[in-house]
């Protein structure tokens, strides 16, 4: 926006200039005619950890698993590629590190041609409960002449076979995380038309379980097909608007997107035009003042439904935010969320404060999704 732009200092102000400028240049097309801007306001949880403090919790846990573990790895690109500078960097990560010629019982990471260089069908091997196995692609991790390049995907694989090792073992301990006792989290898979369960037993451990639509005569207990949240898309597939439905204390929420987008405090406008070179929001004081919607993990209550966003992490942000936070709304099967039943909701939100999910980043949904994902890839013997 152009410096001289004038701006009116009322509330809306800047909403209203913003959508007067987008109505004259969109005139006639009704392009924006659904467009408005809200203010909310919401409560903040995740802003007493940086990102720094996450993304080293994730690498101590890493780091305590593998110390007395053996990880082999497997070259299937059908290049002979040299893994010996893989192994080696691996060498102080973990008890011992091996190159093989193909998996073997334990921990595996494969390497592996990216899709676009497959002739036919995908040939990549699953992981199942004796034989652990994560991809990489050639090109993530070696360089033409040898060398190991891409080390936060070299250290990604082997956090994806904890991820792994605790979906196997139905446990979340050794990611350093608590589960909420007796509490469900239900997932469609909708490739395979199956829902998939998880309930903790107690902080650390779960159960898994599975209902297939067409093939499970007691699937009418599936939470989706209960509550009717199931339609055909384009390709004939059930499907669902719901990511994510979670039972606790005996009450079902679901968790889906909404259209709704999060931008910045309309007042870094009024100081950016003023000042080009305003940089004071890099701070945590200025996070919380001008990028409050945009950071951390913001959630309300509004129309008996709980609203939320999630956003980039830490204090003093030193980075570029590319894309705007989507709204998620949780809703109650059994009415409207009051206030005093949105505290246990909002304990489940805490599950989006880790980095395990989106590597060195929190995740938008609970962390139990990741499991249940986990799960259906590995199609894990239940």
């Known amino acids: 926006m152009d410096k001289d732009t004038p701006f009116d ?11 007067s400028s987008f109505n004259s240049y969109y005139e006639g097309t009704g392009y924006v005619s659904k467009l408005s801007f809200k203010e909310v306001k919401a409560k903040t949880i995740s802003a007493e950890e940086t990102s720094m403090k996450l993304n080293k919790k994730v690498t101590r846990a890493v780091a305590d698993f593998f110390k007395d573990k053996k990880v082999h790895f497997v070259d299937q690109t059908g290049k002979e590629l040299d893994l010996a500078p893989v192994a080696e960097y691996f060498a102080d990560k973990t008890a011992e590190a091996t190159c093989v010629e193909q ?30 196995i994560q991809h990489i692609f050639q090109d993530n991790c070696l360089k033409k002449n040898g060398q190991i390049m891409g080390k936060s995907a070299l250290d990604n694989s082997l956090k994806e076979l904890l991820v792994k090792y605790c979906v196997v073992n139905r446990t979340v301990k050794p990611l350093q995380v608590k589960g909420i006792p007796n509490a469900e989290f239900h997932y469609w898979e909708k490739k395979a038309g199956t829902c998939w369960s998880l309930r903790f037993k107690d902080e650390e451990t779960f159960e898994l379980a599975k209902s297939n639509q067409l093939l499970d005569s007691l699937s009418e207990k599936n939470p989706f097909i209960e509550h009717g949240l199931l339609w055909k898309d384009k390709k004939g597939r059930m499907t669902s608007d719901y990511e994510l439905l979670a039972r606790i204390d005996g009450e079902l929420y679901g968790i889906k997107q909404s259209k709704l987008r999060t931008m910045p405090n309309k007042s870094l406008y009024y100081k950016t035009i003023e000042d080009p070179e305003f940089r004071y929001y890099r701070n945590k004081t200025g996070l919380d003042e001008y990028m409050s919607g945009i950071v951390y993990e913001n959630h309300w209550l509004e129309n008996g439904r709980v609203k939320y966003n999630v956003g980039k992490i830490g204090r003093g942000m030193q980075t570029t935010i590319d894309k705007v936070s989507v709204v998620r709304i949780i809703n109650s099967f059994s009415g409207d969320i009051l206030e005093e039943e949105a505290e246990k909701i909002y304990r489940m939100l805490k599950m989006t404060e880790v980095t395990f999910v989106k590597y060195k980043d929190l995740t938008v949904l609970p962390y139990p999704l990741k499991l249940l994902k986990e799960a259906a890839r590995m199609k894990i013997e239940l």
């Open 9 to 19: 200092h009322s509330k809306y102000g800047f909403a209203y200039q913003l959508l």
């Open 103 to 132: 998996v073997k019982e334990g921990f595996n990471i494969v390497v592996v041609l990216p899709p676009k260089d497959y002739n036919g069908k995908d040939s990549y091997q699953r992981s199942n409960s004796k034989c652990l």
